[in-house]
């Protein structure tokens, strides 16, 4: 079973190859046709796209649309309106030892890759990077995840529908596809999930020395400063955490450190948040995603349940194993060699840490591996200019949480142990993207101290090119030293 897979994969990788040597993708027109298709599904198929998200996530209406597919159409619209410009080939300086010539950096798409997608939001980080890959010119293979089925299956379903067939493949599957996925030779790997499988897709590429791309997490913290517009602030902090996915997502608020005088005010905040946002009895609420299985909403379940933090949560920490619910629920003041504080905790949970000091957040942060992104609340620019130079992340946010990724223009993607690369927007494109280096030079203009056999006069007409001398240059281009 596993050579036939493996056979069969080879075929479709090698037909991709085909369809790219024969130039099938790297015309405008097509790719802007693609872009195109994908943005009429976006429209189209909103209703099924929301169902499929509803069935793997109970993923309320509102969050599929603004979060997943209205992601897509502001990817797909800015794609499609900057598509000549980025295709365009970018002049640059040609330097006077080169002259006369011409310089410029070329894109050129690297040819067949593979994007494998996340089960969190299965739809925008299938296609998103998808837009990138077709804007620079690529045949595209799409492994969603099988850990969102109904979403999965859609996605195998409407794709062919919309694109070039030939061009842009989807494989459904579990670990034994991806295995055989990754046993092909890809031109890029774009990866979306943890830092786990992210380190078995790098090994797996390092044997064809393939680049990848690695969209992975981590534990991203909120610094909140005493000085906060204590309700906004809340609202904040509750929108990118349980309002994204219900705490299942690579940028939401991991833990919260505050200075001990002020955590109460703030918790007070988020109860009366909570309250509002949810209501009294959060698992009745059509607001809040569920867990997405069983082995997730057992892995949180066991983080609760771990006898160093159980009786630190302060708010919340209602269940249902059977709904696979989990409330809106918050500690205060968990070891810090806690299980919830070793590890990412993608769900519901939020501890918050408490100091003396604000600045002591600084060498705590940095005690732990770089996250994704990293919040503060504050009014004190001085404090902002601190947090910004002493913290390393993959993106960083002011006053409000995950809407950096929103931005066209910002690059999204980790550093560390929260992934490599990034994309949206044109980082998307110069992701599947290689940068050509062209120069181009005309007959005339020979130096002849460049060729043997060498001199004295010779070497000191290069030694005055190489220091950026215009008499040595003058001097070369005329053909000076002349019958040595």
């Known amino acids: 079973m596993a050579a036939a897979r493996s056979v069969g994969m080879e075929a479709e ?10 130039g099938g993708t790297r015309g405008a027109e097509w790719r802007a046709a693609q872009l195109r298709g994908i943005l009429r599904m976006a429209a189209e198929a909103e209703a099924e796209v929301c169902r499929a998200l509803h069935a793997d996530l109970a993923k309320p209406y509102t969050e599929s649309y603004v979060h997943e597919i ?13 598509l000549k410009k980025w295709m365009k080939p970018q002049k640059v300086t040609a ?5 006369p010539s011409t310089a410029r950096v070329a894109a050129e798409p690297l040819g067949v890759v593979l994007i494998i997608s996340a089960w969190n939001y299965p739809f925008l980080l299938s296609i998103d990077p998808i837009i990138g890959a077709i804007a620079a010119g690529n045949a595209v293979v799409l492994k969603p995840s099988e850990v969102a089925p109904a979403t999965s299956s859609l996605l195998a379903e409407l794709l062919p529908r919309y694109v070039d067939g030939s061009c842009i493949k989807v494989v459904e599957g579990g670990v034994a596809e991806t295995t055989t996925l990754l046993e092909q030779k890809w031109d890029k790997i774009f990866y979306t999930g943890n830092g786990k499988v992210g380190r078995i897709v790098m090994a797996s590429a390092a044997k064809h020395l393939t680049p990848v791309v690695l969209e992975l997490g981590g534990k991203c913290p909120v610094v909140v400063d005493s000085n906060v517009n204590l309700h906004v602030t809340a609202k904040r902090i509750a929108a990118g955490k349980w309002g994204c996915n ?7 608020p991991d833990f919260i450190i505050t200075t001990k005088s002020f955590a109460p005010k703030l918790l007070e905040a988020l109860e ?17 995603s569920r867990i997405v299985n069983s082995n997730h909403f057992n892995r949180l379940k066991k983080l609760m349940d771990d006898e160093t933090v159980s009786d630190k949560i302060v708010f919340g920490g209602q269940r249902d194993e059977h709904q696979l619910k989990i409330a809106p629920t918050i500690f205060m003041d968990v070891p810090l060699d806690s299980g919830i504080m070793k590890e990412e905790i993608f769900g519901p949970l939020l501890p918050i840490i408490t100091v003396d000091k604000i600045h002591e957040s600084f060498a705590l942060i940095n005690s732990m591996t770089k996250p994704l992104a990293a919040y503060l609340f504050t009014k ?59 120069l181009v030079r005309r007959f005339a203009g020979e130096a002849a101290a460049r060729y043997p056999p060498y001199s004295a006069a010779k070497l000191k007409i290069l030694r005055g090119v190489l220091k950026g001398n215009l008499g040595a240059m003058i001097k070369a281009i005329l053909g000076f030293p002349r019958g040595k």
């Open 13 to 22: 990788v090698a037909a991709l190859r085909g369809r790219f040597a024969a």
């Open 246 to 252: 219900n705490g299942q997502a690579c940028i939401s």
């Open 70 to 82: 209205a992601l897509v159409k502001s990817s797909c619209k800015f794609a499609l309106k900057n």
């Open 272 to 288: 009366k948040v909570l309250e509002k946002f949810y209501g009294r009895d959060p698992l009745r609420s059509s607001d809040l």
């Open 95 to 99: 330097p006077l030892m080169t002259f």
């Open 380 to 438: 004190d620019s001085k404090l902002q200019e601190q947090y910004e130079a002493a913290i390393s992340a993959g993106g960083m946010l002011v006053n409000d949480t995950a809407v950096h990724l929103t931005n066209q223009y910002l690059p999204f993607g980790g550093v560390g142990e929260s992934g490599m690369g990034a994309y949206h927007g044109r980082f998307s494109f110069e992701a599947f993207s290689h940068k050509k280096a062209v």
